[in-house]
């Protein structure tokens, strides 16, 4: 047992969060995608904040790799 462990200290692991990844496609925006995953192309914004650390600016890129959570209300 460690220290950490012995003061109840030791980070517990985050759980996964549910969803897959895709390749961004030729001409797909965040909008496009979302309306593909979701039916709803509002949810576009969901899609930026998962990944916004991987997106320069606003834009996606063809042959990039987004994280597509999913949603409880989500039709797929």
């Known amino acids: 047992m460690g220290i ?7 980070k517990k692991k ?3 969060p549910a969803g897959k ?7 797909d925006t965040l909008r ?7 039916g709803d ?3 576009w914004t969901k899609l930026f904040e998962v990944n916004k650390w991987r997106i320069d600016g606003d834009e996606v890129v063809p042959g990039q790799d987004l994280f597509v959570p999913e949603l409880p209300q989500s039709k797929k």
């Open 32 to 38: 496009k995608i979302a309306a593909r995953e979701y």
């Open 14 to 16: 985050a759980e996964k």
């Open 41 to 43: 192309e509002e949810q």
């Open 21 to 27: 990844t895709i390749k961004v496609g030729p001409r």
């Open 4 to 10: 950490l462990e012995s003061l109840g200290l030791k």
